[in-house]
């Protein structure tokens, strides 16, 4: 079946700089299209980031564009999150998400992804 686990969270002060990484199995993941979310306590999920199957095209949030970055190595199965200049409103569940690369991708939008991790922590000290 399919399974993405995500790894890389933690607890860092303000400033600081976490990679994410979010390893797939299960599925052609170069036939897939990727994001990652986030939702803080008492806040609905939100987009953070995505990327393309092709590793061509990138999307980001207004929130965490010029901090974030997204890529992807094709062989190894793996999507990452680089974030830097970490801000305690970036404190939230981190989550990526798969989406066959068919159809229009609509990458901003939760539902039109086929697959979720189960989440990392990340929190940000001020």
């Known amino acids: 079946q399919v399974q993405l686990v995500e790894s890389g969270g933690g607890l860092v002060q303000a400033g600081a700089s976490l990679r994410l990484s979010c390893a797939a199995s299960?599925?052609?993941?170069?036939?897939?299209?990727m994001g990652w979310f986030r939702q803080a306590p008492g806040k609905e999920r939100e987009f953070v980031a995505a990327?393309?199957?092709?590793?061509?095209?990138?999307y980001y949030a207004d929130s965490v564009k010029g901090r974030f970055t997204i890529s992807r190595d094709n062989a190894e199965n793996t999507v990452y999150l680089q974030m830097n200049s970490l801000k305690p409103e970036d404190t939230a569940v981190y989550y990526c998400?798969?989406?066959?690369?068919?159809?229009?991708?609509?990458?901003?939008?939760?539902?039109?992804?086929?697959?979720w991790g189960q989440g990392t922590q990340v929190t940000v000290s001020s």
């Open positions: 998400a798969a989406r066959s690369r068919h159809g229009y991708f609509d990458y901003s939008r939760a539902p039109s992804y086929n697959y």
């Open positions: 299960g599925l052609t993941f170069s036939h897939y299209n």
């Open positions: 990327i393309d199957w092709t590793g061509g095209s990138v």
